[in-house]
C-alpha cells in the first residue's frame, strides 16, 4: 500500500517515527511529508532513513512530477500524526500553503489523523467544530488520549499510541469486512426542489449529509454505488463523488429522483431511499417571477407526489432490498409511528432518524432507529453520520444473510 504520512510541528513527532518504522516493517511504500515546524523536533535525514524514501518539505521540489499534487493521487492511504490544532484548522478550512496542504487537498484516499494538543486547545470550540467538520468528511479521528502532555500537565489531547494508530488507519483503509464486493447498490440523498416559478420552490433542511455518508460506506464495503443527489449542502459529496466505484446523478424534483432512482434499481441488489423527497408540488408552475404588484397570493395549490419509496418496494425484484428513510421529530409515538410507516410502504428496512431545529437536517450527527421485520429494531446507532451509515449497513448486510 502506498501510504503518505504527514508530520506536523508539535513534540509528539517523536511517536511518529516508530509509526513509520511500523508501517515500514509491514511492507507498505511509505513517503513522509513533515512540515516545517515538524523538522524542528525531528530531522528530515531521520525520516528518509526510517521511511527508505526522499522526502521534501516544498511544493517547489521535484516540480517535473507535478509533486505538490502527485503524492495525493498515488496515495492509498494518508495519515497525519501528530496533527496538531493548526493543522486541523487548515484540513477544516481547506488550506494549501505547503506540501501537505496540496497533497490532502489532492488525495481521495482514506484520511486518518491523530490529533496532538494541550487539554485547553482540544477542547476550544474552534478545535471540536473543525473535528466535526472533518469527520463529516469522512476523515477518521483516531484519539486523542487522556493522559501526561508536555510541561507536567495531563488530560485528553495526548496523541494515540503508533500501534493503535497504525491499526485504526489500516482497518480504515482496507476494512476487514468486503460483505458488498459484488453488490450493486442505489442509494438517494438530498433534499428535492418543486418550483414555484423561475426563482421560488418548495425545499426542505435536508443536506446530504446522510446519503453521501450511506453511499461511501457502501463503496468502502466493496459494492458499486449508483448515487442520485438532489439539492445538497456545498461540499457534501466531494470526497464520495470521487471514489472510483461511485456514480452520481444529478436531480433537482421528486419526479426527477423517481425516474432515476427507478433506472438505477433496475440492476441494483439494495435500493435505499435517504433523500428527504417532497410530498407535493405546486400544482400550477409559473413561468414567470410572481409579484407583490401583480396582487396578493393567497393560497398556493399542491398536488402530491408519487410515493417513491412504496413504489419501489412495489415493484422489487427477486432477493432485492429495498430500505427507506424516515424522518421524525422526536416525541413518545416515534417508533410507532415508525412501525407503521414500514408496513404502509413494504419496505424490509426503515431507519427512522430524529430531526429538529438542530438535530438530523443540516447537523453533523444522527440518531436512528432500525425497524425490520414484525416491527423490531433491529439497530440503534447515534454520532457522527459516518457510524451511522456503518450501523445502517451492518443491519442491511444481516437482513440479506436472513434471505
Known sequence: MFIVVGVTGGIAAYKSVHLVRLLVQEGHD?????????????????????SRNPVT???????????HVALGQSADLVIV??????????????????????????????????????????????????????????????????????????GPGRMSEP???????????SPETADLDGVHVAVSTGGT????????FLGNRSSGRQGAEIAAEAARRGATVTLVAASVDAGVLDTVAAHPRVTTRHVETAAQLGKAMTDAAATADVVIMVAAV??????????????????????????????????LAASRRGGQVIVGFAAETADEDLLARARRKRER????????????????????????????????????ASGPKSTVAHAVWDAIVAARAAG
Open 278 to 311: 417532497a410530498d407535493y408540488r405546486a400544482a400550477r408552475v409559473s413561468e414567470h417571477k410572481l409579484r407583490k404588484e401583480d396582487g396578493p397570493l393567497a393560497t398556493i395549490d399542491l398536488v402530491p407526489n408519487d410515493d417513491i419509496l412504496a413504489g
Open 57 to 67: 518539505t516544498s511544493v517547489h521540489d521535484d516540480v517535473a512530477r507535478v509533486r
Open 81 to 154: 500524526a501528530p496533527a496538531t490544532a493548526n493543522t486541523i484548522a487548515a484540513m477544516a478550512a481547506g488550506l494549501a500553503s505547503d506540501l501537505l496542504g496540496t497533497t490532502l487537498l489532492a488525495t481521495t484516499a482514506p484520511v486518518a489523523v491523530a490529533p496532538a494538543m494541550h487539554t485547553e486547545m482540544w477542547r476550544h470550540p474552534a478545535t471540536r467544530a473543525n473535528i466535526a467538520t472533518l469527520r463529516e468528511r469522512g476523515v477518521l479521528i483516531v484519539g486523542p488520549a487522556d493522559g501526561p502532555l508536555t510541561g507536567g500537565d495531563s
Open 193 to 200: 426542489r418543486e418550483p414555484l416559478d423561475p426563482v421560488r
Open 30 to 50: 511509505v513517503h513522509v511529508i513533515p512540515t516545517d515546524d515538524s523538522l524542528r523536533f525531528i530531522g528530515l535525514t531521520t525520516w528518509e532513513a526510517i
Open 163 to 173: 500501534d493503535d494508530i497504525v491499526a485504526a488507519a489500516l482497518s480504515f483503509a
Open 345 to 380: 410502504k413494504g419496505v424490509d428496512l426503515l431507519v427512522v432518524n430524529e430531526v429538529g431545529w438542530d438535530a438530523g437536517f443540516g447537523a453533523g450527527e444522527n440518531t436512528v432507529a432500525v425497524i425490520g421485520d414484525g416491527g423490531a429494531v433491529v439497530a440503534e
